[in-house]
């Protein structure tokens, strides 16, 4: 997990904000995945419980659905995925349209990133609703804590330094 508070700032306030907005949405869906992956593991343990007594449990899929039901956060990981897409949807609005307003040289190629991220983030998010697998867990919570704010660290110090450097000497507001 990344703290915002020690990631580099850049000239524009609203950017900032939203940074740090991100930081704190994929923080807190970590943590859900983690308790989840606790839930989950406890689950597993008790099915195989079960099925050591011949318990029937249906069909794989039923079980999968019956499972994701009935684990607790799973909605709750759900509404902050939806969260972190929204924001990001928002976040990567706002600058597009700042540098369009500014004119800034490189604006297509910093939008062709947003848009590449965006989808590599709406494939993550339908993950979860497909199922809610240890696997699945596991490569959520690798995203939500290491993989995306990598890429966000690292579009900061980039792309978006470069771009609020130059919106910000070429008049643009830092609000
Ligand atoms: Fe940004
Ligand atoms: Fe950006």
Sequence with gaps: MIDFECTPQVDLEFMNREHRKAFEDTNAL??????????????DLESETADDFGVELGNE??????IKSSLPGSEEIEQLMQ????DTVRHFELEEQCME???????????????RVLQWMEEEHSR???????ETINHLSLYAAD???QWLLNHI?????????YVHRHGGNSL
Excluded: G, N, Q, Y
């Design 30 to 43: 970590k943590r859900l995945l983690d308790s989840a992956l606790a839930l989950r593991l406890e689950s």
């Design 61 to 66: 899929i039923e079980h999968e659905v019956e």
């Design 157 to 165: 110090v980039t792309m978006d330094t470069v771009m609020a450097s």
């Design 101 to 115: 307003e500014h004119s800034f040289p490189a604006r297509a190629e910093h939008r062709l990133e947003h848009r």
């Design 147 to 149: 993989k995306f704010p």
């Design 83 to 86: 969260t972190l897409l929204l």
């Design 128 to 134: 979860w609703s497909r199922d809610c697998s240890i």
